[in-house]
Nanobody, 127 residues
Framework: QVQLVESGGGLVQAGDSLRLSCAASIRSIRTFSRYSMGWFRQAPGKEREFVAAISRTGDMIYYADSVKGRFTISRDNAKNTVYLQMNSLKPEDTAVYYC?????????????????WGQGTQVTVSS
């Protein structure tokens, strides 16, 4: 019912910026604005961890402490897209980044709360 496609990953140096996008294709009567959205990441050998989440209307946002002040999540409901602006990137931000969607009203910080996931986009930050 919901397909999510991430883009914008790449190889950058420490201190650089990247903007990730997640475009949603929805085949249901629900519109994109009925889905809470989140970003998670998974580094090799580690569990998937929460990065940022945004409520359906964008009025509530949560961030992981590790990215607070550096990352910004936003959404454009007219474009069915959620973004993750990542500034001041660090080598420890290296991971595959996934976006997720769910009809529960968020922000949702637990991966088990999400029904729909993208395939992920690789972000590599060199020192």
């Amino acid at each position: 019912q919901v397909q999510l496609v991430e883009s914008g990953g790449g190889l950058v140096q420490a201190g650089d910026s990247l903007r990730l996008s997640c475009a949603a294709s929805i085949r249901s009567i629900r519109t994109f604005s009925r889905y809470s959205m989140g970003w998670f990441r998974q580094a090799p050998g580690k569990e998937r961890e929460f990065v940022a989440a945004i409520s359906r209307t964008g009025d509530m946002i949560y961030y992981a402490d590790s990215v607070k002040g550096r990352f910004t999540i936003s959404r454009d409901n007219a474009k069915n897209t959620v973004y993750l602006q990542m500034n001041s990137l660090k080598p420890e931000d290296t991971a595959v980044y996934y976006c997720a969607a769910d009809t529960l009203n968020g922000p949702l910080t637990n991966p088990s709360q999400y029904d729909y996931w993208g395939q992920g986009t690789q972000v590599t930050v060199s020192s």
